[in-house]
T-cell receptor, first 114, second 114 residues
Framework: DQQVKQNSPSLSVQEGRISILNCDYTNSMFDYFLWYKKYPAEGPTFLISISSIKDKNEDGRFTVFLNKSAKHLSLHIVPSQPGDSAVYFCAASKPGGGSEKLVFGKGTKLTVNP | KAGVTQTPRYLIKTRGQQVTLSCSPISGHRSVSWYQQTPGQGLQFLFEYFSETQRNKGNFPGRFSGRQFSNSRSEMNVSTLELGDSALYLC?????????????FGPGTRLTVT
């Protein structure tokens, strides 16, 4: 039972355009959501997070939107740059802390074409 | 500050053998978590150690075990290797336990079981 789903395994966009990566979750107990970026041969790096009490969080070119009623979150990258090409993982956690409660999606490979 | 280091980076083992992977967290970090990444399953939580104690364990068989030393370095061991254990094993450290504390990932150990 996959609780966090990233239904698009890959996404290709042109440099300068917007990249939108989507993530759906099934467990309404999740209250904290994170996005990680992973380059080949490197570990994932934290990108941005959002608490369930918010519906938007922005950090520079990166914005995460949360729609609790739809159990859906998205990561917007504007403008996209070739250096953003990586695999993006969505993750969710339940109250109580502990990384055992961090559930990851399978990732979306983003390619930004010059 | 030095990042999370994992050794070895690559490993090839035969079915039935056992393997030990090592993780050195960021200095001062007391929480170390282990994840298995495979193309089909994404990142799956193995276990977390905090101050030498295993806090929680994911849904993996008993062949997967770990430990943490007083200097916070951690090892994970997989006994009686199976072909399906071929994966990227990632270690992440954080200053404390809980998803709100940013996890810093190492580059991973790529294990191939033949």
């Amino acid at each position: 039972d996959q609780q966090v789903k990233q239904n698009s395994p890959s996404l290709s966009v042109q440099e300068g355009r917007i990249s939108i990566l989507n993530c759906d979750y099934t467990n309404s107990m999740f209250d904290y959501f994170l996005w990680y970026k992973k380059y080949p041969a490197e570990g994932p790096t934290f990108l941005i997070s959002i608490s369930s009490i918010k519906d938007k969080n922005e950090d520079g070119r990166f914005t995460v939107f949360l729609n609790k009623s739809a159990k859906h979150l998205s990561l917007h990258i504007v403008p996209s740059q070739p250096g953003d090409s990586a695999v993006y993982f969505c993750a969710a956690s339940k109250p109580g802390g502990g990384s055992e409660k961090l559930v990851f999606g399978k990732g979306t490979k983003l390619t930004v074409n010059p | 500050k030095a990042g999370v280091t994992q050794t070895p980076r690559y490993l090839i083992k035969t079915r039935g053998q056992q393997v030990t992977l090592s993780c050195s967290p960021i200095s001062g970090h007391r929480s170390v978590s282990w994840y298995q990444q495979t193309p089909g399953q994404g990142l799956q939580f193995l276990f977390e150690y905090f101050s030498e104690t295993q806090r929680n364990k994911g849904n993996f068989p008993g062949r997967f075990s770990g430990r943490q030393f007083s200097n916070s370095r951690s090892e994970m061991n997989v006994s009686t290797l199976e072909l399906g254990d071929s994966a990227l094993y990632l270690c992440a450290s954080s200053s404390a336990s809980g998803p709100n504390y940013e996890q810093y990932f190492g580059p991973g150990t790529r294990l191939t079981v033949t």
